[in-house]
């Protein structure tokens, strides 16, 4: 069993659309959770930083954790064509500086 | 204040031969990871330096790959007697320091895209 799992893709929305990217973890030392996103041929850009249990708003971005089930949520409102990009899961643990990331999905918002 | 640099973006290689990846943190940031990106896989560690230290090197191959972060200059990446299997993208990130802060999170490069034929 890996690590980090994370949805397969790929996903295709029209704009406007509400969306739920979601990874699920097996490591129970993980204790900070990232979502980074991914242009094509970019480097990855931070989008959400979360350390607890719960939801973390940024804009139309909203991250939520739970810890207890080992499950972590990305949700995009009112999805635009600029957010069609590849998105990670990546999570550490405390002691341990190294990201474990997800194998990412392409999502792609229609006009 | 510029961001992490990496260069060169792309480099070509033969089987054989040698290729140097660089990186440059962000500014105030001395601490340095690297990631490979195979196709279609996720961003996968490598090694995580200090300046002058390896901190952890538990994702790096065995044979042919070091790294290096020198008290002056970049972090340097090199894959000695390069395979096609080594074609990938790697990816530099950098933080400000060790810890559970948000400001210690890693940002990323722009990334080196190597190809071997």
């Known amino acids: 069993q890996k690590e980090v799992e994370q949805d397969p893709g790929p996903l295709s929305v029209p704009e406007g659309a509400i969306v739920s990217l979601n990874c699920t973890y097996s490591?129970?030392?993980?204790?900070?959770f990232m979502w980074y996103r991914q242009y094509s041929r970019k480097g990855p850009e931070l989008l959400m930083y979360?350390?607890?249990?719960g939801n973390k708003e940024d804009g139309r971005f909203t991250a939520q954790v739970d810890k207890s089930s080992k499950y972590i949520s990305l949700f995009i409102r009112d999805s635009q064509p600029s957010d069609s990009a590849t998105y990670l899961c990546?999570?550490?643990?405390?002691?341990?500086?190294?990201?474990?990331f997800g194998k990412g999905i392409t999502l792609s918002v229609r006009p | 204040n510029a961001g992490v640099m990496q260069n060169p973006r792309h480099l070509v290689r033969r089987r054989g031969q040698e290729a140097r990846l660089r990186c440059s943190p962000m500014?105030?940031?001395?601490?340095v990871y690297w990631y490979r990106q195979l196709p279609e896989e996720g961003l996968k560690f490598m090694v995580y330096?200090?300046?002058?230290?390896?901190?952890?090197e538990s994702g790096m191959p065995k044979e042919r790959f070091s790294a290096e972060f020198p008290k002056e200059g970049p972090s340097i990446l090199r894959i000695q007697q390069v395979v096609r299997g080594d074609s990938a993208a790697y990816f530099c990130?950098?933080?400000?320091?060790?810890?559970?802060?948000?400001?210690?999170?890693?940002?990323f490069g722009p990334g080196t895209r190597l190809t071997v034929l």
């Open positions: 990130a950098s933080s400000p320091r060790v810890g559970g802060l948000v400001t210690d999170t890693q940002y």
């Open positions: 490591n129970s030392a993980f204790q900070y």
């Open positions: 979360t350390y607890s249990s």
């Open positions: 990546a999570m550490r643990s405390g002691a341990n500086s190294k990201l474990t």
């Open positions: 500014k105030g940031h001395s601490h």
């Open positions: 330096l200090q300046k002058e230290n390896i901190i952890d």
